[in-house]
């Protein structure tokens, strides 16, 4: 084993950080998707909606890039930019919402998109180009009785 610069072997020290912090997880996966070189993985982690990202190295192997989760939320829409492309929204929910609709506008352009109440899902939405300046995204939620969810 190695020796840090204090004396201590770096095996031992990392094994102590690590089982300070490992705690067991629920990890949900509900789909994963290819785009070019980007694969997206969206799940739930402890049922917070979730993603991340890997891009394809030369030798075909995925290795990581990014993730993001917003903690205690049942329903997260992430808007992924990719460098050849138009940007994404993945759209996660858990099943521990009413959230049956959402209307997503992007500059004054809406998408809808619906979803299975009391359900886990993930929806891939291609978003219109735009320029990251010039982005504008509203969000409107519709219960499964078509009544709009404050935001």
């Known amino acids: 084993m190695k020796e840090n610069t204090y004396g201590m072997k770096l095996g031992f020290n990392l094994s102590l950080i690590l089982n300070n912090f490992i705690r067991i997880i629920k990890l949900n996966i509900l789909d994963m998707k290819d785009f070019g070189d980007d694969r997206i993985v969206g799940f739930l982690s402890d049922e917070t909606p979730a ?9 075909g192997n995925y290795s990581f890039v990014y993730t993001e989760m917003y903690t205690n939320n ?33 500059n004054n352009q ?16 291609e978003l219109p180009h735009c320029s990251n300046s010039s982005c504008r995204y509203d969000y409107r939620y519709y219960d499964i009785n078509g009544i709009l969810i404050d935001n």
Not at 79 to 103: C, G, H, Q, T
Not at 111 to 119: G, R, S
């Open 51 to 59: 993603y991340i990202e890997f891009s394809k190295n030369d030798e």
């Open 74 to 106: 049942s329903f997260s829409t992430f808007i992924i930019n990719f460098n050849d492309s138009d940007p994404l929204a993945v759209v996660i929910k858990n099943r521990y919402n009413d959230i049956a609709k959402l209307e997503l506008s992007v």
């Open 110 to 125: 809406v998408i809808e998109q619906e979803f299975n109440v009391n359900q886990d899902s993930l929806a891939w939405i």
